[in-house]
């Protein structure tokens, strides 16, 4: 069954927060964020949220079809491209609050974007990079190659470009980067007692450096 690589359209939006909340739902971390699961209020809020990332110029959404099920869309991926370097103006600043709704806990989801925005801010700054900001793969899909297609996307970007790469790599994806030359730099660590459930969830930070001629 051929996997394609295509890029997103805006129409694609319902399709890929359905892939998100189907790859995330036995996570732990995500049953804090989604303490009812992704209710429909929510998955209205998701969809609006990311067809705004969707026109921002540094964004790039690239999806996986399955051409034997009539491009049914199986994996995707946002990337942000800085080609160029940012002021300080425009990265250094602490993560906008966002209202999930009131399906969701609020709190952790904002606590978990400030420290994807604290760490981004740390080891990125505003030099010029490639960001893997999302990926995901429907579960009846895993295990194709669709995310390491994704994953290269971005890479060859980088390459042509002379960029790093850098992204936060849940447990699902950690090997995958590592094949994919990623080094690991940091670990984002949040204690899921703060909103009454055991753990730990861990997010690493990794950065593939820049293609050397």
């Known amino acids: 069954m051929p996997l394609v690589l295509q890029p997103v359209v805006e129409t694609d939006m319902e399709r890929l927060m359905e892939i998100q909340n189907r790859a995330f739902s036995t996570d732990p971390w995500n049953q804090v964020m989604f303490p009812n699961g992704v209710t429909a209020a929510s998955k209205i809020t998701m969809v609006e949220m990311v067809r705004k990332d969707f026109h921002d110029p540094h964004t790039v959404f690239v ?24 002021p300080e103006s425009e990265w250094n600043k602490p993560a906008e609050w966002r209202d999930w709704g ?4 609020n709190k952790a989801l904002n606590d978990f974007i400030g420290a994807l925005a604290e760490a981004r801010r740390k080891h990125m700054a505003g030099k010029p ?3 893997l900001g999302l990926l995901d793969t429907h579960p009846d899909h895993q295990k194709r190659g669709a995310g390491g297609m994704l994953v290269q996307w971005g890479i060859n970007v980088a390459d042509e470009a002379g960029l790093c790469c850098y992204l936060e790599a849940s447990s699902a994806g950690y090997t995958l980067y590592r094949q994919k030359g990623f080094k690991d730099v940091e670990t ?11 753990g730990v969830s861990r997010h690493v930070c990794m950065i593939r450096p820049a293609k050397v001629e």
């Open 63 to 86: 999806k996986v079809v399955d051409t034997d099920r009539e491009n049914e869309i199986v994996s995707f991926a946002r990337w942000y491209i800085y080609k160029q370097e940012r």
């Open 102 to 105: 009131p399906d969701t806990n």
């Open 129 to 131: 990079h490639c960001l």
């Open 188 to 198: 984002i660590e949040m204690d899921m007692a703060k909103y009454g459930k055991e």
